[in-house]
């Protein structure tokens, strides 16, 4: 009898589990997002049932191996993103079809430049699937959010998207900054909205946004001046920028970030629809400096060859022991600032500098990957409902869900300075 209730007792609990889908969960990025989440849906009391999606097996072992992905726990689900999109389809329908505690898929499997159409988003929305992703591509982002809002909003499902550490974390970082202003003076006029990001080496995360870099050369800066967008040449205007204690100051140059646009046209007056005409840019640098010089040197190159995720990304695999090596001497810190500036009515100006900065790049976005799925998972499990349905950027979703994420995120960051 006592076996009887304690197998009883499983299978209600498995049966009432959380299905997350990591897609591209192999990965070192993915696979951080895998641990996080495994880490706190047990810390929230939010049963949840792990899978890694990815076209090869090997990879999922070598994540075990590596100790990437727990080593019990964590199923793998054998799909292909690129592939035929019928067939991705009838995959996830499998995957999702019994599971009385719902489900929930993210997708970490970068990069995606270069990628024109969001077909599993698309998937997940007819299936009727939650979804995140981590998506830095501004077309590719524009795409979901034009085409596929409205059915998100129909279907009665949340999904964020272009989240994680940066773009992600970074855009609720400007939305707390914006929301302490006008707090302070709500006819106040935002005038300059600075991102500024630093990683060293590669953040532990290797040659994924080695490779991401290299193709984030080829592709125009998004600026927007007074509220109207200017594509500038990346890799260029560099500012000297100061990360706070232990980090100091480092060189920064432009480069493409979907936070640029998704603040500019989505960051709105309070009960208004209007926006304000702001100056928005993103900047970013690495250690060691010379890697700075050589991203600089890569722009020589045909755009048309930066722009090949495979040439890039197998470029980067060859130079896998050297950017091991480069880790090794100089750490994996991951640091974000973010500045705005506000025009009072009475024509003052006001400016709040936010930072962050945590030891390690690997770990932070993959904790600021999983803050943001777990927030759309709550109200999709019965808790209450912070994230309204439709396919939402960052920067557009509420309060409360921003300060949740934001506390979590803190987690073991050394630098932490966003006010209230």
């Known amino acids: 009898m006592g076996l009887f209730i304690i197998l009883l007792a499983t299978l209600i609990t498995s049966t009432d589990a959380l299905n997350i889908l990591v897609v591209g969960g192999s990965g070192r990025v993915g696979g951080s997002t895998v641990q996080w989440l495994d880490t706190l849906s047990s810390r929230q009391s939010l ?138 003076d709500e006819n106040a006029e935002i005038t300059d909205i600075d991102y500024s990001f630093f990683t060293a080496g590669t953040g532990n995360a290797g040659p994924t946004i080695v490779s991401a870099t290299f193709l984030l050369l080829a592709t125009p800066a998004i600026t927007f001046m007074r509220g109207k967008r200017t594509d500038k040449e990346p890799w260029t205007e560099m500012k000297t920028i100061d990360f706070g204690k232990g980090i100091d100051e480092k060189p920064v140059w432009l480069l493409d970030n979907p936070d640029v646009p998704t603040t500019a046209l989505y960051l709105n007056r309070p009960n208004s629809s209007d926006r304000w005409k702001a100056n928005v840019s993103s900047r970013f640098g690495t250690d060691p400096l010379p890697w700075n010089y050589l991203f600089g040197a890569m722009k020589a190159l045909p755009r048309s060859l930066l722009y090949n995720r495979d040439a890039m990304q197998n470029f980067a695999l060859f ?82 869900a921003r300060e949740n994420i934001l506390e979590i995120v803190k987690e073991d960051a050394f630098v932490y300075e966003l006010g209230r």
């Not at 964590?74 to 999702?96: C, M, N, Y």
């Not at 909003?153 to 974390?169: R, T």
């Not at 400016?351 to 999709?380: I, S, W, Y």
């Open 47 to 184: 049963p949840a049932k792990l899978t890694v999606g990815g076209r090869r097996l090997e990879s999922y072992q070598a994540a075990i191996r590596n100790n990437v992905i727990p080593s019990t726990g964590v199923d793998f689900l054998s799909l292909d993103i690129d592939g035929d999109e019928s067939k991705l389809q009838k995959t996830l329908a499998r995957w999702s079809e019994g599971s009385s505690g719902g489900c929930l898929v993210v997708h970490t499997g970068g990069p995606f430049q270069g990628r024109r159409s969001p077909v599993l988003l698309s998937s997940c929305i007819d299936l009727g699937i939650p979804y995140v992703d981590v998506c830095d591509e501004w077309d590719l982002a524009e795409i979901s959010k034009e085409d596929l809002h409205a059915k998100a909003v129909e279907k009665n499902l949340p999904c964020i998207i272009s989240c994680g550490i940066w773009p992600g974390v970074s855009a609720l970082m400007a939305a707390q900054a914006v929301d302490l202003l006008v707090s302070s």
């Open 319 to 400: 130079s896998e022991p050297i950017i091991r090596l480069v880790d090794k001497l100089v750490g994996a810190t991951n640091a974000m600032r973010v500045d705005v500036t506000a025009q009072g009515e009475n024509g003052e100006k006001k400016k709040l500098t936010l930072r962050m900065a945590h030891d390690d790049l690997e770990q932070c976005v993959g904790l600021a990957t999983a803050a943001f799925a777990l927030e759309v998972a709550n109200g999709c499990n019965g808790k209450d409902v912070t994230v309204e349905p439709g396919v939402w950027f960052p920067v557009e979703i509420g309060r409360q």
